[in-house]
């Protein structure tokens, strides 16, 4: 499937640009702010802090926002976290923890510099082109004010434009017929993300429920008896991917090739950086 500029645009700048949130998952300073507010359990707070911009929702709404997570993993957190604590004392402490793990891992003289306030000001334009319809969790973050820190600014544009491009690639797997748990079990052949064992634990799948969209994959002929992707699924990736980066790409068309460029330019040093800091939380 071929796709536009836009799209592949799109597509580098997610690369890029997902460290600088992906980070607040795996450094040690969200889990201390989390469990200072009584969350204990490391997907307790995960689920908390990325569901905190819908408020107290039931489990039903994180189940359709996070798609591939296990409805009883998601129940075992929501909404039980909110009888010890609030969605709005776990956005301020996300936003606390981020400040401190972005101090920690770049310095205070990177957060203080011209190059950060201009990737901040550049991915905020890039979110001017966003819109809330049909992508609920991101429009449950674009609801949320704009912090004044430029490194929390940069933060919390790269938090919309993820969660809008998240938004997005939930509807292409619909299109794509692949459920929950088959979704998982069609990208480990991709061999790009976690491990099996690892994503299929860390996403609350037993092993049955594996085994089972495993062979109902099989039998639909997207992946082969070895547990790779035949022809057939390697299109279907193909084509979901495509059609990911393609509802992703209003945001760099917006913003330009010059100024997407500039801002992968300026965050791809601190990308770096967080990608370490996101393999020292894996340890």
């Given amino acids: 499937m071929t796709i536009s500029a836009g799209a592949e645009a799109a597509r580098a700048a997610h690369h890029t640009l997902e460290p600088m949130h992906a980070v607040s ?21 995960y689920f908390a802090s990325r569901s905190a911009a819908l408020g107290r929702v039931p489990a039903e709404v994180v189940v359709a926002t996070f798609y591939n997570f296990s409805p009883a993993l998601i129940a075992k ?9 609030s969605p709005e004392a776990v956005l301020e402490a996300r936003l606390a923890a981020t400040d401190a793990t972005y101090r ?29 319809i ?18 929390l600014r940069l933060f919390h544009a790269v938090t919309l434009l993820r969660e809008h491009r998240g938004d997005g690639h939930i509807a292409a797997l619909l299109l794509a017929g692949l459920d929950a748990v088959e979704t998982l079990v069609s990208y480990v052949p991709v061999g790009k993300g976690l491990p099996e064992g690892v994503l299929r634990t860390t996403r609350g799948w037993s092993e049955p429920e594996w085994d089972a969209a495993v062979a109902r994959l099989r039998d ?15 299109q279907q990736r193909d084509t979901i991917e495509a059609q990911t980066d393609e509802a992703a790409a209003a945001a760099y068309l917006h913003l330009g ?3 997407t460029k500039r801002l992968r330019d300026l965050v791809r040093p601190w990308k770096q950086a967080m990608n370490a800091s996101i393999v020292d939380g894996l340890r």
């Avoid at 998952?25 to 707070?45: N, P, Q, V, W």
């Avoid at 306030?117 to 809330?132: G, I, Q, R, Y």
């Avoid at 049909?134 to 490194?151: E, F, I, N, S, V």
């Fill in 77 to 85: 957190a929501i909404p039980s976290v909110w009888e010890v604590t």
């Fill in 104 to 132: 920690r891992v770049l310095g205070d003289d990177v957060l203080r510099s011209d190059e950060m306030a201009e990737a901040a000001e550049l991915a905020k334009t890039a979110t001017a082109a966003l819109s809330p």
């Fill in 25 to 45: 998952y795996f450094a040690s300073e969200h889990g201390l702010h989390y469990a200072d507010l009584g969350i204990t359990g490391g997907m307790r707070g």
């Fill in 220 to 234: 639909r002929g997207i992946i082969d008896d070895s547990g790779g992707l035949t022809p057939a699924g390697q």
């Fill in 134 to 151: 049909g992508r609920p969790l991101y429009a449950g973050h674009a609801a949320l004010p704009w912090p004044d820190a430029p490194h």
């Fill in 257 to 259: 090739p010059d100024g």
